[in-house]
């Protein structure tokens, strides 16, 4: 049965990482790979029913509170968006000099990945590149750099990557000990390529007149729009961000699920979204609010996260995960080499199950909250991605919006990306012991 059901979620696993060529969507295959696992377990184990029952609930319950933890802060952010709210960093930026656009832009985006997540922080940066830099062959070396910076930035912030944030939830990590442990790795993974493209870099940004006049009529109407800035922008910026960066305090202070943080912030947000606006009819009034920024959140990947979770759970459940990291124990020995290794490998699979498996496979009355394998597997995972252009949510949206090339990528970026990677690893194993004592 066991071997079944492994194989199985191997060859969902499978299809997941070939959603493009098998033209079948990730959410699809991970729903019944999920699904599937779970049903063939309570088929062989019929006896086990209730345990079986009762350990589906759990897992429900933990992925749960996940999954709303997403929407609530997907929501938050499509809701600042349709406010133009990002405007109020993106119109500041104003340099002609690549080189230093490079710094502001990579910097901006490694702090608001951090606040965001670095997947909407990503689509945010892409397209102000679009308006910053009209050339399009440098454009792609920024848009490879934001992948970097924003896998980096939301590697160290407890809401800025869905892996760190699922290890906040499950208890492995906690929300100020994070910060401070990675903030340094993280900022050395992404100052590592910067600093080998300043001298590298060359080019010219290109200037907005060059483009055919057939993009000038839409152009000039983008403008007209936005000299009418929204009403209450600001307010959805400040209250959106503040929102999000108050869900760690939230559950600091009440020790509560950080969902219920999340969904606190959602709701004081949607308030104010009705009220904000209230001369509009409804119809007008619409795309304002949070019901309106709802319809437009990312539902496939809530779903491919609930169902890539289930698999794993299952995995858990029969104690596959748990002989298999003793199998690591014994094979490879050292936890700082395998959690490397799951790094890499997070750049060629999905680091979401990654992280999963290792939270299974890792018994927390060995391995209490805080310790190294947890803190290390969340910088692994966040910055691995980065290494490989599909390695991470990132980008492949940065991918899709710029239609980068994957073979370009790995020419250009990835070996930046793997070097940034492994001094920022090295870093963080110095400074460790160091900030373990401190404690």
């Not at 930026?93 to 997947?119: G, R």
């Not at 910076?149 to 208890?171: K, R």
């Not at 959140?297 to 996260?305: E, G, K, T, W």
């Not at 980068?404 to 940034?420: E, T, V």
């Amino acid at each position: 049965m066991e071997a079944l059901i492994v194989t199985l979620f191997i060859i969902g696993y499978i299809g997941i990482a070939l959603e493009h060529p098998i033209k079948v969507n990730k959410t699809a295959t991970a729903l019944l790979t999920g699904v599937i696992c779970w049903t063939l377990f309570a088929v062989f184990q019929y006896q086990k029913i209730d345990f079986i029952s009762e350990q589906l609930a759990h897992h429900l319950g933990q992925i749960g509170a996940i999954l709303f933890f997403l929407m609530g802060a997907m929501t938050i952010v499509e809701l600042v968006d349709a406010y133009q709210g990002f405007r109020i960093i993106t119109d500041r930026i104003k340099t002609k000099n690549p080189k230093v656009l490079m710094w502001i832009i990579c910097w901006v985006t490694f702090f608001l990945s951090a606040i965001l997540d670095n997947l909407t922080t990503s689509i945010v940066m892409v397209s102000l590149l679009r308006k910053l830099v009209p050339n399009k062959e440098m454009r792609l070396f920024f848009a490879a750099m934001v992948v970097i910076a924003a896998n980096a930035g939301g590697a160290w912030s407890p809401i800025g990557d869905v892996t760190t944030t699922m290890l906040w939830i499950g208890g492995q990590i906690s929300a100020g000990n994070i910060i401070i442990t990675l903030l340094l790795p993280s900022i050395i993974c992404m100052v590592i390529p910067l600093l080998y493209l300043q001298f590298t870099l060359k080019g010219e940004l290109g200037n907005a007149a060059d483009t055919t006049p057939s993009t000038a009529p839409s152009h000039h109407g983008h403008h007209a729009h936005s000299d009418k800035p929204i009403r209450g922008s600001k307010l959805i910026f400040f209250l959106g961000v503040g929102g999000l960066i108050s869900v760690p305090v939230f559950k600091t202070l009440t020790h509560l699920p950080p969902y219920l943080g999340m969904l606190l912030a959602l709701g004081v947000l949607w308030v104010v979204s009705e009220l904000i606006n209230p001369d509009m009819d409804e119809a007008e009034k619409r795309p304002y609010t949070a019901a309106g920024a709802l319809t437009r959140i990312d539902v496939p990947s809530v779903l491919f996260f609930l169902g890539i979770l289930l698999a794993v759970g299952s995995l858990e459940t029969m104690g596959t995960l748990h002989h298999f990291a003793e199998w690591l124990d014994h094979t490879v020995g050292d936890q700082r080499i395998i959690i490397t290794l799951i790094g890499i490998l997070s750049s060629i699979v999905d680091n979401v199950p990654l992280v999963a498996a290792s939270m299974g496979m890792y018994d927390m009355n060995i391995y209490p909250q805080d310790h190294l394998i947890w803190e290390y597997l969340a910088y692994c995972a966040g910055t691995g991605g980065s290494v490989l252009i599909i390695g991470s949510a990132a980008g492949v949206a940065v991918m899709g919006m710029e239609k980068i090339d994957f073979i370009w990528y790995m020419k250009r970026a990835s070996l930046l990306a793997l070097l940034g990677y492994f001094a920022g690893a090295v870093v963080y194993l110095i400074i460790q012991p160091y900030l373990a004592v401190h404690h």
